[in-house]
Antibody
């Protein structure tokens, strides 16, 4: 069974850091583009970042550039999101999602990040 | 940045009826790289359609996608109570990869 499981969410103060992880099972991430997508409370989906299968290309939404870093470890079949200088407006459920192209065929259930004083 | 505008915001229909959801892009989407997702509360989003009209694996044929350029449509031919969800379009051609704001489908 194909599965993506996120972890690492929690409560953090503004200016703090968190590292999210996403572990895949049932398939190899190696050939997949992997994304982070978030959903703020009561809002819609927002794409955050994408990384190519070999890690050679990374793209970000403007609002997180310079603060968030997407990375992957194909040997561990895992995806990561290092989030620094967190802001209240980064509060959201963060989903990892992947596909053979930029469309996301597989999704995780999400992990909640709350940024609050 | 490509802005996607979905309409209507909410659709309230009865089981067996046809639902038509619209997604309009602020500029043409290369190769019609437009996807549709279904999202239910507390669950992972599910890919329904990619490349504007290709049904994803395991998706019932009640779901169909059409359109090109800047105007795209998701049609659910015969609504089932399990189709109650928010539906999002996403353009997968240009960075940033943007989503529409969603259409909520309610089953009466």
């Amino acid at each position: 069974e194909v599965q993506l499981v996120e972890s690492g969410g929690g409560l953090v103060q503004p200016g703090g850091s968190l590292r999210l992880a996403c572990e895949a099972s049932g398939f190899s991430l190696r050939n997949y583009y992997m994304n982070w997508v978030r959903q703020a409370p009561g809002k819609g989906l927002q794409w955050v970042a994408i990384i190519r299968g070999d890690g050679s290309e990374k793209l970000y939404v403007d609002s997180v550039k310079g603060r968030f870093t997407i990375s992957r470890d194909n040997a561990r079949n895992s995806l990561y999101l290092q989030m620094d200088s967190l802001r209240v407006e980064d509060t959201a459920v963060y989903f990892c999602a992947g596909g053979l192209g930029w469309t996301s065929e597989h999704w995780g259930q999400g992990t909640l990040v709350t940024v609050s004083p | 940045e490509i802005v996607l505008t979905q309409s209507p915001g909410t659709l309230s229909l009865s089981p067996g009826e046809r639902a038509t959801l619209s997604c309009r892009a602020s500029q043409s989407i290369t190769n019609n790289y437009l996807a549709w997702y279904q999202h239910k509360p507390g669950q992972a989003p599910r890919l329904l359609i990619d490349d504007a009209s290709n049904r994803a694996t395991g998706i019932p044929d009640r779901f169909s996608g059409s359109g090109s350029g800047t105007d795209f449509t998701l049609t659910i031919s015969r609504l089932d109570p399990e189709d109650s969800a928010v539906y999002y379009c996403q353009q997968c051609a240009h960075s940033p990869l943007t989503f529409g704001q969603g259409t909520k489908v309610e089953i009466k």
